[in-house]
């Protein structure tokens, strides 16, 4: 633990309780002072209270958007340094969160040491420029990433993607089964 990390107050902000409790403790152990909240009202009272120097914030926050919060929480903490962590990065998204006043943003699965170049400003690799990309994605790529991001909402329930989905469920295996199309 480092003099410049002891005592600095971290909001986590995510509404998977596990994760959240399980980077709560990773931080802890490294200095960090961590509060929690599971949902954007919640949220938004703990940075008002706590006033945290960084907030990590999940892209997806129950049915709701992180990305609205991002203005609100500056408001409430304009210093605050705002990580955005997401299960389904998308190179849309994170240039959206950054023009909205994230400092970061950061593909999940992450790990604490990750977030914490984060939060000093060294990791800086996953957020994207701005410039869009040579080619737009191919329609079959388009539909590989919006496959695999409600798989991912559905906790890899493929039976419930597939009904989320409106396709039958073996349509869906025989999707899965085959490889990922390049852009």
């Not at 699965?109 to 800086?124: K, L, N």
């Not at 329609?139 to 991001?149: A, C, D, G």
Request: aromatic residues 4%.
């Amino acid at each position: 633990m480092t003099e410049k990390t002891s005592g600095t107050r971290v909001l986590l902000v995510d509404d998977d309780e596990v994760f959240c409790s399980v980077l709560g403790r990773g931080l802890t152990r490294r200095g960090y002072r961590v509060e929690k909240a599971h949902d954007a009202e919640q949220a938004l009272v703990v940075a008002r209270d706590y006033q945290p120097e960084h907030v990590v914030l999940d892209l997806k926050l129950g049915d709701d958007s992180g990305l609205k919060l991002i203005q609100p929480l500056l408001e409430a903490v304009p210093e605050a340094r705002i990580i955005v962590l997401t299960g389904y990065a998308s190179i849309p998204t994170a240039v959206e969160a950054v023009k909205l006043g994230a400092a970061n943003y950061l593909p999940k699965p992450v790990d604490v040491d990750t977030v914490v170049s984060a939060f000093s400003g060294q990791h800086e690799e996953p957020v994207p420029t701005a410039e869009p990309p040579p080619q737009p994605m191919s329609l079959k790529r388009l539909e590989w990433e919006q496959i695999q991001r409600v798989l991912a909402e559905h906790d890899g329930n493929i039976s419930a993607a597939a009904r989320a989905l409106g396709i039958h469920r073996r349509t869906l295996q025989r999707k899965l089964g085959k490889r990922p199309v390049k852009r």
